[in-house]
DNA sequence: GTGAAAGCGCTAACAG
DNA sequence: CTGTTAGCGCTTTCAC
């Protein structure tokens, strides 16, 4: 038999099918007799639940959907860590599927995952308009992570990235930098030095004439706004002769895995702790029961993991 | 009304729920007349076909699972383009689980996936038992990416690291380098050094006394084994003064996305390709409909891409 | 073409 | 405690 049915283990352990389904779910009002009796004829006819009937009689799944905006992004598995931990904690099981980094793709598994009817939907970094995803929300308890969405029915959990360039530009100024600059491989976005010369003011210091990095300039320390500008400014620095942290300090703002192997100090959020607060939010959500409570807003704080690039100034 | 079900949209069409049931699967025989009022009235009711329910019906879903062994992995955001891709081609939509790097997870994960019945399921780089694989394609159609199976009844498609190591190593040798090291920070994997070996004696190479390069060596090229390792010997060879491919050339075996952007020369199995070619089998079994057909085995020969990291020798 | 009827495998009242 | 009775939302014969 390919795969049994309740009614096959029912059969086989000569008791009807309601109490077959009492003992796979654990009910304690079976007697041990007859309970075992039943796991022992599941066990030996290798039978498995079918979670799509069983989502459809009883109107819920016991899982939740997440939507990865893109996979290729390092920040996305960090986040799940966390996602995953905290449903595995609360007993509820994680799909998960992926936009594939363009937003069309990302609409059409959003679309795939409601269809599914799962408890709830978490969206991680979604790249695809605010409304959409109001739209998704009123039909299945949905959380965001990493984008915030202001919406009254959406639970939202970010970072703060202006934060963590603070914290960046203010660990420098500890350590005695006066003259940093910021480099940006996504150059041109505009935000990054805005932010940047905020930070800057922030700490008391007044931008260099440009804010941006260039070779041969005064900078002391380099702030990298990303992890792809940040193993970029690492080569960069090398190839131009200068020693890594002796002449120059540089702090990155993202963590993803090669920072740590190489010895990078970056600033981040700490994106398990977002995916897990996210999740948390979520489940709350759904164990509320559509009371259509107010949408959270959640802010992580960034976290300064100090490794080998930063140093202390020395004249 | 949160969820309209067909048989509200067949009220409102003032038809049946079996016409209605026709429309939404496209079947051309319904009259333009009531295929359009059916249209309209799913449309206005906001209507989405319940996939649970459907499967349920129909015994298949349309759909096919992935179990990614660990979403941290770069690698295996690529395999998913391809698997994607080819799945999209073929209208098969994708569910996604994770192993979270823990055998122990991923076996939840795939026990998670088979109680969905989906249509088949795709393992990319399973580290959990060959027996347990095989168990789990006794009930369902798999597919193995990134791991040899050898098994009746699974597909798989994988790279040849060797062949990487030696298309690393002939390449270095056309470009003039004879005096060769290998570096692999997950040192004492034996089967590194001993691939290594093999692929300096097809060139016509002897290992120099010490395989490992060690800063002050004799070597003009190395070959670092991983990804995390080539960035690794990318900082090491930089922090030890030596310039990159002037005075060593770098080969890594492995392609993350870091590697593009810092022009680093790498050898490495095309991902993607990997992906879809695992996808296409995975849905031809599918189609083939449990025609017990041997497993299908596939190699796919390993890429050179030359950046930046690979010069000709200039005695 | 179209509609009625019978499930898919399971849960959830409800009587015994 | 146990078995019976209805469905969940959809597909699928099979007559009309």
Redesign the interface.
Known sequence: M??PTLEDVAARAGVSRALVSLVMRGSPKVGKERREAVLKAADELGY??????R??AAGR?GMAGVLAA???D?L???V??GL?DEAARRGV??????G?GRPA?ERAAL??L????LDGLLLAGPRIAAAEIERAAA?CPVAVVGRPVRSSRVDCVTGDDAAAMARAVTRLVELGHRRIACMD?GSGRPRVQQVFKAALAEAGLAPDQDVLWRPGGAATAVVAAGD?TG??A??TL??AGLDVPGEVSLVVLGD???AE??GVTTVAAPAAELGRLAMAALLDRIGDGGAAREGRRVTVPPVLAERATTGAITP
């Open positions: 390919a795969h498995r639940p079918n979670i799509m009937a989502g459809l799944t893109d996979l290729h390092p996305f598995a960090s799940h860590d995953a099981r994680l799909l998960l599927a992926s594939g793709r679309g795939e409601l269809d599914l009817r039909g491989l792809a193993t970029a690492l080569t090398h190839r993803a895995p090669g192997v190489n």
